[in-house]
T-cell receptor, first 114, second 111 residues
């Protein structure tokens, strides 16, 4: 079945550590996205990529980094520069022309700073 | 910048009552999308509206896009416990296809 796989489901980070969240899709979608969700908040865009080897900052990119070396993969690194990283992170993908298909989301990674 | 405002933030209903959530934008939207997120889950795409004044139905759910394409609503008739979750609207930022999400309306259905 086609879809998006995020791992791990839960992740604990110590102060000062960098952690990388995995996102893999087999939908053959060109565009991929990372969102952050905090309780009672909507989804805020961190980074997005429309094509391999290219990505753009979203609304809250500070303290995060990404890479897009393969069409299927769009990992997110939460660096130690991100001062409040505890949140629910969602990866999504879409066709470039969203049309009637919208975004397909992965099941998310819950990151907690300990 | 463009914001997509969604009200109410929470809505408690008795099972069988109707429910409506509203989405308002400060600028004209080329389209609007609606998503549902079950508790502990991830957002799932429900529908996209494109045309001014468009109305679409999915069983008990009715989606409307305003004539000015600045507002939208989702109405659920005769809610069921399976309708529990947070409903998000999302509209693209000016000149971009990437949607900005509202904060969502959390629906709580009491049996």
């Amino acid at each position: 079945d086609g879809g998006i796989t995020q791992s791990p489901k839960y992740l604990f980070r110590k102060e000062g550590q960098n952690v990388t969240l995995s996102c893999e899709q087999n939908l053959n979608h060109d565009a991929m996205y990372w969102y952050r969700q905090d309780p009672g908040q909507g989804l805020r865009l961190i980074y997005y990529s429309q094509i391999v080897n290219d990505f753009q900052k979203g609304d809250i990119a500070e303290g995060y980094s990404v890479s897009r070396e393969k069409k299927e993969s769009f990992p997110l690194t939460v660096t130690s520069a991100q001062k409040n990283p505890t949140a629910f992170y969602l990866c999504a993908s879409s066709m470039m022309t969203v049309a009637n298909y919208g975004y397909t989301f992965g099941s998310g990674t819950r990151l907690t700073v300990v | 910048g463009q914001q997509v405002m969604q009200i109410p933030q929470y809505q408690h209903v008795q099972e069988g009552e109707d429910f409506t959530t509203y989405c308002n934008s400060s600028t004209t939207l080329s389209n609007i999308q609606w998503y549902k997120q079950r508790p502990g889950g991830h957002p799932v795409f429900l529908i996209q509206l494109v045309k001014s004044g468009e109305v679409k139905k999915q069983k008990r759910l009715t989606f409307q896009f305003g004539e000015a394409k600045k507002n939208s609503s989702l109405h659920i008739t005769a809610t069921q416990t399976t309708d529990v979750g947070t409903y998000f609207c999302a509209g693209p930022k000016g000149g971009s296809y990437i949607p900005t999400f509202g904060r969502g309306t959390s629906l709580i259905v009491h049996p």
